[in-house]
């Protein structure tokens, strides 16, 4: 069973572009979890997508959007970079999008805005 | 709106003393509740949850945890510390209408000497 994968390991940006991070959801699961963890910080829920719509959404400026392909597999893009984007990305899958459900989280990327 | 406090930014224990790590949570609703553990570089591991069977929770590790709904806790001990579990440790709570999303502690760094 393969786990979730995240690409690329680390990014580096400067401010005003955009980026576009990767997920693979584990075998098996249909809803991917999107979450910025700020240094020092607990990760913050950014979306969820379930069956390839979003089916919830944290305290994010919409520069922050999102896909989910039919293999489950995701993406997440940030538009219009600023400094405080600077954060671990961690996605994570689940079986289904309930609340007992567990998140099962890939080992992140890490974005840098210069 | 939901939301968790981790007692102690830092626990320092030594090799084979008793692991106690401080979560207390807030959920107008009964709460689901995770703990995960993040080692240098890596994602986030779940540990053990609760789903409001059993008070007491096992893990993995040798973790286990204890639901005091009076006290609004949920506090992660171990009998005996090891080098291995030096690491950073999460509390979670799921919420989310009609999807799962997880808040999160800012997190206890764990600390482990010989």
């Known amino acids: 069973e393969t786990g979730v994968t995240q690409s690329p390991t680390h990014l580096i940006k400067t401010r005003g572009q955009q980026v576009t991070l990767r997920c693979s959801s584990q075998s098996g699961h249909n809803t991917v979890s999107w979450y910025q963890q700020a240094l020092g910080q607990g990760p913050q829920f950014i979306f969820q997508?379930?069956?390839?719509?979003?089916?919830g959404r944290g305290n994010f400026p919409p520069r922050f959007s999102g896909l989910q392909f039919p293999n489950y597999s995701s993406e997440l893009n940030v538009n219009a970079l600023e400094l405080d984007d600077s954060a671990l990305y961690l996605c994570a899958s689940s079986f289904q999008s309930g609340r007992a459900d567990t998140q099962y989280f890939g080992p992140g990327t890490r974005l840098t805005v210069l | 709106a939901q939301s968790v406090t981790q007692l102690g930014s830092h626990v320092s224990v030594s090799e084979g003393a008793l692991v106690l790590l401080r979560c207390n949570y807030s959920s107008s609703v009964p709460p689901y509740l995770f703990w995960y553990v993040q080692y240098p570089n890596q994602g986030l591991q779940l540990l053990l949850k609760?789903?409001?069977?059993?008070?007491l929770v096992k893990g993995i590790n040798g973790f286990e945890a204890e639901f005091k709904k009076s006290e609004t806790s949920f506090h992660l001990t171990k009998p005996s510390a090891h080098m291995s579990d030096a690491a950073e440790y999460f509390c979670?709570?799921?919420?989310?209408?009609?999807?799962?999303?997880?808040?999160f502690g800012k997190g206890t760094m764990l600390l482990v000497s010989p």
């Open positions: 979670a709570v799921s919420e989310g209408r009609g999807y799962s999303t997880l808040t």
């Open positions: 997508y379930y069956r390839e719509e979003e089916n």
């Open positions: 609760y789903t409001s069977a059993a008070t």
